[in-house]
T-cell receptor, first 114, second 117 residues
Framework: DVKVTQSSRYLVKRTGEKVFLECVQD?????MFWYRQDPGLGLRLIYF???????EKGDIPEGYSVSREKKERFSLILESASTNQTSMYLC?????????????FGPGTRLTVL | AQKITQTQPGMFVQEKEAVTLDCTYD???????LFWYKQPSSGEMIFLIY??????QNATEGRYSLNFQKARKSANLVISASQLGDSAMYFC??????????????FGKGITLSVRP
């Protein structure tokens, strides 16, 4: 079974802090994704990566950056956290290539910025 | 314009009955895929079922089936014999193959399903 883990289930940070959200997958997947989920808005893609050291902006990249130094790990960075970044953050991975290329998700991190 | 539309308000169903969750989509890409995910209160997104745009038959996975009507651009999820554990939020998502981002998904806003005992 695919397993995607995220470093924290709940996180509380203060405005202006630098925040790291870590995601690790154990299925040698090529693709990794970061989403945020807010009530009434569904999931919105922040950044994604198709390969090590590669990254592409999603629909709402402002205020975020990412890092993918190893294939299994994809980090989301909030350089200076703000209250409007309080949200649920979901990481996903997929194998890439042909076929269904299903995305598998981690358990999510509920981030609160005070 | 929204690419994935889920407009039903919170849905209720009696245990052991069937329920249909609606999803319509908008794309000009001839090749695409449609997914349904379940999100229980714990927060994790669980993949349920997939339908490819060229698939001739509706997808089925256990108690889940997808009523795919290509001309109407709808991909409704049917859950048969509802169980209390089916209470969750359900998301429809679409993958468009020709966008240059072959794995990117667009999600709808979700539908809350509550199963009554």
């Amino acid at each position: 079974d695919v397993k995607v883990t995220q470093s924290s289930r709940y996180l509380v940070k203060r405005t202006g802090e630098k925040v790291f959200l870590e995601c690790v997958q154990d299925m040698d997947h090529e693709n990794m994704f970061w989403y945020r989920q807010d009530p009434g808005l569904g999931l919105r893609l922040i950044y994604f990566s198709y390969d090590v050291k590669m990254k592409e902006k999603g629909d709402i990249p402002e205020g975020y950056s990412v890092s993918r130094e190893k294939k299994e790990r994809f980090s989301l960075i909030l350089e200076s956290a703000s209250t409007n970044q309080t949200s649920m953050y979901l990481c996903a991975s997929s194998s890439g290539g042909d076929g269904t290329d299903t995305q598998y998700f981690g358990p999510g991190t509920r981030l609160t910025v005070l | 314009a929204q690419k994935i539309t889920q407009t039903q308000p919170g849905m209720f169903v009696q245990e052991k009955e069937a329920v249909t969750l609606d999803c319509t989509y908008d794309t000009s890409d001839p090749s695409y895929g449609l997914f349904w995910y379940k999100q229980p209160s714990s927060g994790e997104m669980i993949f349920l079922i997939y339908q490819g745009s060229y698939d001739q038959q509706n997808a089925t996975e256990g108690r889940y089936s997808l009523n795919f009507q290509k001309a109407r651009k709808s991909a409704n999820l049917v859950i048969s014999a509802s169980q209390l554990g089916d209470s969750a939020m359900y998301f429809c998502a679409m993958r468009e193959v020709d966008t240059g981002a072959n794995s990117k998904l667009t999600f709808g806003k979700g539908i809350t399903l509550s199963v009554r005992p």
